[in-house]
């Protein structure tokens, strides 16, 4: 045979196998089977196991693996990694395994304050993402924005980390910083995303009042739903009531939900004529459903403020507003989640969080995957969506440069009315002219560049005017269908 059929042959063995041998390294097979025995067992019918030998399956590959692996394995860390497999097999991205320390970090993120970025993050399509920023976080402050897909924290690939996995490296220490490397829709380049890490206090409910044609709008606002969210907004919402306002907006924006009974509470003091508020169905189909206690409707109107970062329990409160109540919704179709996960003891500390219901609206409608729909449709301003400008300490951003990061400082300097004149990433002399007029206006050397100091100086400015409620859209939007409904 000659050298070049030679070498044929043997990639085709390579590819194929033959024999013993696999192109990941040399195999034996077990000595108590054959070649031939095994063939024959291949060929015959596979036969389904009852539970008893579906346990002794189990057992045995755990008792194999514990004895006869090459190295040394810990049978809690097999375990464990069995019940993630089942976790990973349901192919569910709010299904999950907590370890103790996990489980511990769950609970604290439903207490009353943790430390870390403040975002709610949930496996969607095998990648970490981000499902919505709280409001005025340090995740909010840095630009981050729903549907962003995290591929790195600080350098290092998370690819194969499950959330929990992914969130724990997140977290950390107030005044420390993670650098996440996020991938987002629109954007030709990954984003390099720095965010100071702080202690996110869960004040999940805030009110305010706004005075407009001889109107008083009172507005709460929920971030999220937690332990004591529903007795906080009955006391709010009472004393709002007793200062005498005219009409009420509920804002759930960027809300990622939390727990279902929460939500129900809430239901009881906004639904009226004892309406549904949700439903829930279960891996049967049978449907069981909470309604109000609430007689009779409020003599003011209610307005609901939604958008694409409103996910879970907020859905509920915004479909129930809609549907039973027959209330206005304002902003944008919310997130999409139709699921209820519930948390099951393992009993050493480590939980399940499991999906194992859905939930449907009061008119028995699923919103899993295609969110409500608000009946008034307004978008907020491009400035709001802003990423935070990322510049190195030795390698300030200057004329000619070309890239996402350019592209950033464009956007925002747009949204503050420095006109770069293009937004394509380019920085060319009209945008150094309006770098210019900026630092000029912040009391920093006019020369153009973009360094540390301007580029926080930008992130700290474009802030501030996403604040002022006059240049929120969605919110004055609201208060005007408050004030008609008041007339």
Do not use: C
């Not at 009852?50 to 346990?55: I, K, S």
């Not at 009042?209 to 008083?216: A, L, P």
């Not at 969110?371 to 990423?387: C, H, K, L, M, N």
């Not at 990061?405 to 770069?420: E, H, S, W």
Request: no cysteine.
């Amino acid at each position: 045979m000659n050298s070049k059929r030679l070498f044929i042959v043997v990639i085709l063995v390579m590819i194929l196998g033959a024999g013993s041998y696999y192109l990941t390294g040399l195999f034996m097979t077990n000595a108590s089977q054959s070649n031939s025995d095994r063939n024959d067992s291949q060929e015959s019918e596979i036969v389904e196991l009852n539970d008893d030998e579906l346990m002794k399956k189990f057992e045995k590959a755990l008792n194999t693996i514990e004895d006869r692996y090459v190295e040394e394995v810990d049978r809690q860390d097999l375990i464990e990694g069995a019940i993630s497999g089942m976790i990973d097999e349901l192919g569910d991205p709010f299904s999950d395994y907590m370890d103790q320390e996990t489980a511990n970090e769950f609970v604290e993120s439903l207490g009353s304050e943790f430390q870390g970025i403040g975002a709610e993050v949930s496996m969607i399509n095998g990648k970490v993402t981000i499902v919505s920023p709280f409001r005025d976080s340090p995740a909010e402050q840095a630009g981050l924005q729903a549907n962003d897909r995290i591929i790195e924290i600080d350098g290092e690939n998370i690819e194969g980390l499950s959330v929990n996995e992914a969130v724990l490296k997140i977290r950390g220490e107030k005044g420390t910083t993670v650098r996440l490397t996020i991938e987002r829709d629109g954007s030709s380049e990954l984003l390099d995303v720095p965010v100071e890490r702080d202690t996110i206090p869960i004040e999940t409910v805030r009110t305010q009042t706004f005075e407009q044609d001889g109107q008083t709008i009172g507005l709460l606002e929920i971030t999220s739903f937690s332990e004591d969210t529903a007795i906080n907004f009955k006391d709010q919402l009472q004393q709002l009531e007793q200062d005498g306002m005219d009409a009420l907006i509920i804002d759930v924006r960027g809300n990622p939900g939390g727990y279902l009974n929460a939500v129900e509470q809430i239901g009881d003091e906004l639904i009226p004529d004892e309406k549904a508020i949700v439903q829930t169905e279960d891996r049967d189909g049978a449907r069981t459903g909470y309604t109000s206690k609430l007689k009779e409707a409020k003599d003011y109107p209610i307005i609901g403020l939604i958008d694409e970062r409103s996910a879970s329990a907020s859905e509920i409160l915004a479909a129930a507003l809609k549907e039973s109540g027959g209330y206005d919704l304002v902003g944008n179709t919310t997130f999409g989640k139709g699921t209820v996960q519930q948390t099951v003891d393992l009993g050493d500390g480590s939980d399940l969080k499991l999906t194992m219901m859905r939930w449907l609206t009061p008119d028995g409608n699923s919103i899993n995957q295609e969110g409500v729909t608000p009946t008034i449709e307004v978008s907020q301003p491009e400035y709001f969506f802003s990423t935070a400008v990322s510049v190195e300490e030795d390698a300030p951003i200057v004329f000619d440069s070309l890239g996402e990061q350019v592209k950033n400082a464009q956007f925002i300097l747009k949204g503050l009315d420095y006109d770069p004149g293009r937004e394509d990433g380019y920085f060319d002399q009209q945008t150094v002219d309006a770098v210019k007029s900026f630092q000029e206006d912040e009391g920093i050397e006019a020369n153009g560049e973009i360094n540390q100091e301007t580029a926080t100086a930008l992130q700290e400015r474009i802030v501030e005017e996403i604040r002022k409620a006059e240049n929120d859209s969605q919110l004055q939007k609201a208060i005007d269908v408050a004030i008609e409904q008041t007339n």
